[in-house]
């Protein structure tokens, strides 16, 4: 890589105006019946998604469980040199959610950036600074740390009292803090918790968040429009994964205009 993954992640808002990452989690079952019948299935398909979406994608972020657990690992690798080839502005977010000691982190790092050549990766805090350093040491690339999820039983561990403030919030400090040494960390933030997202921001003002939970999951865009975006209008990757894939069933036009009404509804907000 010749530039820094920030520089790269700027250039991304900058260039396609949008703050939206398309997430790629591909379910066999819901491919569109004359792409399954393909040699690569899950790869046509995503290749119909990013054909479909590449001028309004700021990111995207192939799920990493969707392609393992089908022995479509390279289905992945050739996705993301597609994404490359189709949308090279867009950041790839390896949504793997690693977690684990430094040197085995480090191997999930070679993983992520030099065989899958991904530009950033999720990344599990529990280990504390052993487990995320390994991915942020090299200022080309990136990690995006867990730290308020969207998902319904997130506040059991994240709401923890830290010191008199929930555990999410240490996360976020800390992060900023210690953890990111070439400007080139971000956070999990869902957009189903506005309230924590805007208290996150006001602890960092500055990293950026991978925001999701709307569309299926019912996040509330207008608040996390107004409690998360940076002074510059940016500081965010709005994700949507089902809600785009799958509109229409999977089909092109269908999943051009999901991701359009996600692009406009976006910038309506970004504009007030």
């Known amino acids: 890589m010749d530039s820094t993954f920030r520089d790269r992640l700027t250039r991304a808002w900058r260039d396609t105006g949008s703050l939206v990452c ?15 019948r393909e040699r690569e299935p899950i790869l046509a398909f995503n290749r119909r998604v990013v054909d479909a979406t590449a001028h309004v994608a700021a990111a995207y972020k192939p799920q990493f469980a969707h392609f393992a657990a089908v022995g479509a690992e390279g289905e992945l690798a050739a996705t993301i040199a597609y994404i490359r080839q189709r949308a090279p502005g867009a950041v790839v977010i390896l949504d793997a959610k690693r977690g684990d000691i430094g040197s085995t982190a480090e191997m999930y790092a070679r993983e992520a950036f030099d065989r899958y050549q991904a530009d950033c990766v999720t990344v599990n805090p529990y280990l504390g600074g052993d487990g995320i350093l390994p991915f942020v040491n090299r200022a080309a690339f990136g990690a995006v740390v867990l730290c308020r999820t969207s998902n319904a039983s997130a506040g059991q561990l994240q709401d923890v009292d830290v010191d008199g403030e929930p555990l999410y919030l240490a996360v976020a400090r800390r992060a900023a803090a210690e953890w990111n040494p070439h400007d080139n960390l971000l956070l999990v933030v869902g957009a189903t918790y506005p309230e924590e997202l805007r208290s996150i921001r006001a602890a960092v ?25 940076t002074r510059d209008g940016n500081g965010l990757l709005i994700s949507s994964s ?3 894939i799958y509109a229409g069933g999977g089909e092109a036009g269908a999943i051009r205009a999901a991701a359009e009404a996600l692009h406009r509804q976006i910038n309506a907000f970004r504009r007030h």
């Open 205 to 229: 003002p500055t990293v950026p968040f991978l925001v999701p939970g709307i569309g299926e999951q019912g996040g509330d865009l207008a608040a996390v429009l107004a409690g998360g975006v």
């Open 22 to 36: 398309v997430g790629l989690d591909p379910a066999p079952k819901r491919i569109p019946a004359e792409l399954r």
């Open 242 to 244: 089902r809600g785009i």
